[in-house]
């Protein structure tokens, strides 16, 4: 891929709330990304029933596939979310889980961002390298540097309008997507 080709990046969102700082963070990603680059949300973890083997077998949920297939056509994922008792939030952590039973799972090889907050300082940290973890066994290929860690989210988006406030976040995660695009274009045959 040439490093001016047009990336379609997918977002998934790690919160329920409708007041999620995380919300507001994903839905500004477009408005702070480089040229080039389209950001799109995926559906809501929130519509994904809990994992079982048995409703699997009977076939998987429409929003699982419809999931699926959202991140399979797009060249990259960007995971935004916060950090529940030092891991991943259960309702993630569940889509997850979900997506990795697919014959054809759509993380295998797949470029992935993560970007995690908190209105604490340690800023989603232990949920990042728990789902960097994670995310080895769906065979992801997962970015690392710049790691985008929002400490003291609650002050620097907001939430009605679905923007980050703080100037040097947005170029921080500015400059976290142009290397991540450049990573995605370097991977991606
Ligand atoms: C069940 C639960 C566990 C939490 N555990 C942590 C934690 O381990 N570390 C942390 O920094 N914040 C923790 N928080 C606080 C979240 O960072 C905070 O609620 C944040 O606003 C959630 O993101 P959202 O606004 O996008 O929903 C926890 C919140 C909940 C509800």
Known sequence: MSENQELNLVVLLGSLRKQSFHAAVAKSLQSVA??????????????????????????????VLEMAGAIKSADGVIVVTPEYNYSVPGVLKNALDWLSRLPDTPFAGKPVSLISGSPGPIAGARAQ???????????????????????????KVDTEAGSITDEQTKAFINGHLTAFGSFVRRVSL
């Open 34 to 63: 480089p040229a080039n680059t389209n950001i799109t949300l995926l559906g809501s973890v929130g519509d994904i029933p809990h994992y079982n083997a048995d409703v699997q077998a009977d076939g998987f949920p429409a929003p």
């Open 129 to 155: 390298y728990h789902l960097r973890q994670i995310m080895v066994f769906l065979d992801a290929l997962v970015f690392t540097k710049p790691e985008v860690m929002i400490g003291g989210i609650n002050t």
